[in-house]
């Protein structure tokens, strides 16, 4: 069974860093796209970051030159490093893993996966 897992958050003050991991097990035969989002109280998610396995990363206009997403090749985690961090950055962060896996004795196909989410505070 594919799993994605968020881990990384925490509170941290004004101007601080943090780097979030999303991390997918299971029987995956590869990596497609892995896209990060957020959700503060009271707003609609919104789109931070993609990593692209076959191009560059995109970044949201908010967060760009801040934030830098990565992956290590050999592993199944892409991470999300975020400096200069500003209190509208608080959310959850989930992260959607476009996967390329199986399901019983199909063909490997594309499926998307999210998370649980990872909470981050901004706050001093």
């Known amino acids: 069974q594919v799993q994605v897992v968020e881990s990384g958050g925490g509170l941290v003050q004004p101007g601080g860093s943090l780097r979030l991991s999303c991390a997918a097990s299971?029987?995956?035969?590869?990596?497609?796209?892995v896209g990060w989002y957020r959700q503060a109280p009271g707003k609609e998610r919104e789109w931070v970051a993609t990593?692209?396995?076959?191009?560059?990363?995109t970044y949201a206009d908010s967060i760009k030159g801040r934030f830098t997403i990565s992956r290590t090749n050999a592993e199944n985690t892409v991470y999300l490093q975020m400096n200069s961090l500003k209190p509208e950055d608080t959310a959850v962060y989930y992260c959607?893993?476009?996967?390329?896996?199986?399901?019983?004795?199909?063909?490997?196909?594309?499926?998307?996966?999210w998370g649980q989410g990872t909470q981050v505070t901004v706050s001093s």
């Open positions: 959607n893993a476009n996967l390329l896996t199986r399901l019983g004795v199909s063909p490997p196909r594309l499926y998307d996966y």
């Open positions: 299971g029987s995956i035969f590869g990596i497609n796209t």
């Open positions: 990593y692209i396995s076959t191009g560059s990363p």
